[in-house]
């Protein structure tokens, strides 16, 4: 098997390699963290950050030129991902945008809604939220109970979400809705493109244990949505949905990317750890990162078999499903590991040099379990779908998303 880029890969990745050198000193890096900073601050350098790397050329690498993106390929834009990683910058401030939302109105927007949103999505200059978990429907989407009523050339949307990713400094979001209560719960859904800021609408952030919040919970209360923001026809919100969840599949499930901190990061820490613990912590600690070395690379390297779905012009199907279950594990080993290594410093909420990366990361990690499609749901996939076990019994037939 061979691992190593084609000469154009390696081409390419080494023109994103020396960009992002030229540009490091405008660039946020991962370990300057919200509590360093105030909130407003930290948003206002990651809305920078993406739009120095725009500016770059290394943004929408995969979108139509037309609206502000590169024109490039699936394999290209997974390379960007590594490149970013590997020089330390955190996920960026649009990732939902720009891993689900834009891509849901390239494929279904208007003309008008494209070139309106896409080109200020890839600058930052608006940040997007996906509005589809709520209350009693997140692995089961659709049985989902917003609703959307229609009104002259408007809709009026009641209801709650919740578990959105960024709906604190989100100016626009996705949000799908339930438009026909008669219909099959598949059939009666409806997607639209929401103002965050519109009356009507409440944002009320969660705090999750790493201490800051991340997601939250919304509220429509009576909300106008123009009927020119609906996203596909009424009553095909599912099918819209679908193209989200595919790209958030390939978002999240990723290739070759590490989920959470990357192994070298890991190995880094050990090295300069490990000496200061004491004899019998050291043991545990070291047994520690061995495991997770060998869980993170073995993720990695089956992760590159979707590297090469993807530098063949595939998407990945069902089975991307196992890179983000064993993503998750290995996240959290490689967590767990570097919380170890800080020995008695691992309780106070940063080190001495104020850094708090690793307990943030522990605490965070666990939640990518639940995230896309829950640890449960994927091995239900891949039971089903790879295997080829008999499906789980249901009481209705669920085609697809995050079943
Ligand atoms: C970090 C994070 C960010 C998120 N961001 C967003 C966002 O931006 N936008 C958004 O819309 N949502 C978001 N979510 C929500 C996420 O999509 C849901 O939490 C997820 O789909 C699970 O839904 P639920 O929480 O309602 O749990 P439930 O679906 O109620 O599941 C509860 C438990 O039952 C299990 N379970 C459910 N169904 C089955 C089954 N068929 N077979 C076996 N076990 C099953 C689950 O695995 C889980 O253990 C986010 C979640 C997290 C953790």
Request: hydrophobic share 40%.
């Amino acid at each position: 098997m061979d691992f190593d880029d084609t000469p154009e890969e390696a081409d390419f990745r080494a023109g994103v390699r020396k960009t992002l050198e030229e540009h490091a000193g405008e660039l946020l890096h991962a370990g300057a963290g919200e509590d360093v900073v105030d909130a407003r601050t930290h948003e206002a350098e990651m809305r920078r950050t993406q739009r120095v790397l725009h500016e770059a050329g290394l943004i929408g690498i995969t979108w139509p030129r037309e609206y502000g993106g590169q024109g490039g390929t699936l394999v290209q834009q997974a390379i960007v991902q590594q490149e970013l990683a590997r020089a330390g910058v955190p996920p960026l401030v649009n990732h939902i945008g720009l891993g689900m939302c834009g891509p849901t109105v390239i494929a279904h927007g208007s003309d008008e809604q494209r070139s309106r949103y896409l080109p200020r999505l890839l600058r930052a200059d608006d940040v997007w939220c996906q509005l589809f978990s709520e209350p009693a429907s997140g692995s089961d989407l659709a049985a989902l109970r917003t609703t959307a009523v229609r009104d002259g050339d408007d809709w009026v949307v009641n209801g709650q979400k919740v578990w959105t990713t960024l709906a604190h400094v989100a100016d626009f979001g996705i949000l799908l809705t339930r438009t026909d209560p008669e219909k099959p719960k598949h059939a009666g859904l409806t997607m639209f493109v929401v103002d965050v800021h519109a009356p009507g609408v409440t944002v009320r952030p969660l705090r999750q244990m790493v201490g800051s919040a991340g997601f939250n919970e919304v509220f429509f209360d009576d909300v106008r949505i123009p009927d020119a923001e609906r996203l596909g026809e009424p009553g095909e919100g599912w099918r819209v949905a679908l193209t989200t969840l595919m790209n958030e599949r390939v978002a999240i499930g990723g290739a070759g990317s590490d989920l959470g901190l990357p192994v070298e990061t890991l190995a880094a820490h050990a090295r300069e750890r490990l000496p200061r613990l004491d004899p019998e912590r050291q043991v545990l600690a070291r047994q520690a990162v061995g495991r997770a070395v060998v869980a993170a690379l073995a993720t990695r390297y089956t992760g590159y078999r979707r590297f090469t779905v993807l530098s063949q012009g595939g998407l990945p199907g069902p089975e991307a499903s196992a890179g983000k279950l064993a993503g998750t594990a290995a996240a959290k080993l490689v967590a767990d590991a570097g919380v170890r290594l800080l020995g008695d410093d691992a309780v106070y909420a940063a080190t001495a040099d104020g850094d708090d990366t690793w307990q943030r990361t522990q605490g965070y990690v666990p939640g990518l379990a639940i995230a896309g499609g829950t640890d449960q749901v994927l091995r239900n996939i891949l039971g089903e779908r790879v295997l080829g076990l008999p499906p789980e019994p249901r009481l209705d037939k669920d085609p697809g998303g995050r079943r």
